[in-house]
């Protein structure tokens, strides 16, 4: 089983609850996860031109609603947490013309059918998928959503490093005279889809809920509703200031399914 319907009224309230700290700790530019992982790499998938229209799912504070209305697009951008639409709409003012911002769960097909027929270029939710206790009425009614061609890109933590209960172990051995540091995870399970909590990011004081589901419930899922894979990055960390060395585990997959007939 891989939605959790009983859970969404749960999450929803735990997003309620860390929307301020959220949006406080993202702040205007996002953290350094966003702006050297997600961003570069989601913006390449999409290939935006300007004046096309996109819809942004679990858009959060907004903030790259905002770097989709500076490259030009018109943006719907959808969120079910009243809280964090709340925010994005102050933190976004300069773009009120191009961001129309709807609170919206992405669970719920009837909601989703209200955005209209063919009527985005593309679709995007960064950091979101994981965090949506049931994917199959979005996924269905992005395929009524998105204009013929259309793409739908999305970046999830790693479902194949980053499921739950992975452990993170760095070792330090001393090698010849040289001390030597290896990183590595340790996991005993991938296959069986779960729903946890997480702490995201610094300061949460209240965990959200998570919903681990491997790789091939993803592709199996597009691919059913008529969606084909063309786009695939596991970017992670490159810089000589990435202390921990964790370069070869990439912490995120962004993925383009593109709609077909
Ligand atoms: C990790 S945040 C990512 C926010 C934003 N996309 C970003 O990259 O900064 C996950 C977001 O998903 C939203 N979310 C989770 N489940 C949802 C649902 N069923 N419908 C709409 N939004 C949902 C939460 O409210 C939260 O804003």
Not at 224 to 247: A, I, R
Request: proline letters at 5%; one cysteine or more; hydrophobic letters at 35%.
């Amino acid at each position: 089983m891989s939605e959790w319907n009983e859970l969404i009224q749960d999450s929803q309230e735990r997003w309620e609850k860390n929307a301020e700290h959220w949006d406080d700790y993202m702040g205007k530019e996002s953290n350094r996860f966003h702006r050297e992982l997600i961003r570069p790499y989601t913006e390449m998938l999409l290939n935006i031109k300007e004046g096309q229209s996109l819809l942004d799912i679990a858009c959060g504070n907004g903030n790259f609603s905002k770097r989709l209305a500076e490259l030009g697009a018109n943006v719907v951008a959808i969120d079910y947490s009243a809280k964090m639409i709340e925010r994005a709409k102050i933190r976004t003012k300069e773009y009120t013309n191009q961001i129309d911002y709807k609170v919206i769960d992405a669970t719920s097909y009837e909601q989703l059918s209200e955005l209209g027929i063919e009527k985005f270029d593309s679709a995007v939710a960064n950091m979101a998928l994981m965090d949506i206790a049931d994917i199959s009425p979005l996924v269905k009614s992005l395929h009524k959503m998105i204009k013929s061609n259309g793409i739908f890109v999305f970046s999830i933590t790693h479902p194949c490093f980053q499921p739950p209960g992975v452990r993170k172990i760095t070792e330090t051995e001393d090698r010849n005279g040289n001390v030597v540091t290896t990183n590595s995870i340790l996991l005993s399970k991938y296959l069986t889809p779960e729903p946890y909590k997480a702490i995201g990011i610094k300061g949460q004081t209240t965990p959200h809920l998570m919903f681990h589901r491997p790789l091939s419930y993803y592709l199996n899922l597009f691919s059913k509703s008529n969606f084909v894979l063309d786009g695939m990055e596991e970017p992670s960390f490159q810089t000589e200031s990435n202390k921990f060395e964790w370069n070869e585990i990439p912490p995120v997959l962004i993925l383009r399914f593109r709609k077909v007939a």
